[in-house]
């Protein structure tokens, strides 16, 4: 990891930036929340408490949100970084949308998520741009 680190390191980013280690904290809370949420998600499916309908996009959202660091750091393709990370932000608020009738503080206990994967998304959006070839 320390070539994808060094890499990184190297693009363009703009100013407002964070520093790297702001990111492991972030993720570490955003996870446990994931984790209660998701879960409880996943529960009421498999009790039959609400359709595979308001699952699907958890499910996809998890498959987008661990698929971008091999993505972003293990393939250095900002271009497809950039297509995951709105696949993440999209499926969030479908996820969001979709749980909303049935369980309104699992909706709620994202917006923490929510808000970080939003400037996520325009910092992987701006440095992609600014890394342009």
């Not at 996943?42 to 499910?59: M, N, T």
């Not at 996809?60 to 250095?76: A, D």
């Not at 309104?104 to 741009?129: C, E, G, H, K």
Request: charged share 10%; hydrophobic share 60%; no cysteine.
């Amino acid at each position: 990891m320390n070539k994808a680190y060094d890499w990184y390191q190297q693009l363009a980013k703009p100013t407002w930036s964070p520093p790297s280690w702001v990111f492991g904290p972030v993720w570490t809370f955003l996870y446990v929340l994931i984790a209660i949420s998701f879960g409880r998600v996943f529960w009421l499916l498999l009790k039959k408490q609400i359709p595979f309908l308001v699952a699907l996009p958890f499910i996809l959202n998890l498959i987008f949100n661990f698929s971008f660091t091999p993505i972003q750091f293990g393939l250095k393709n900002n271009y497809l970084a950039a297509i995951d990370i709105l696949l993440v932000l999209a499926t969030l608020i479908w996820s969001m949308i979709g749980i909303f009738p049935y369980a309104r503080w699992i909706a709620y206990i994202q917006i923490p998520y929510l808000v970080w994967v939003s400037f996520a998304t325009i910092l992987q959006l701006t440095i992609t741009y600014l890394n342009w070839k």
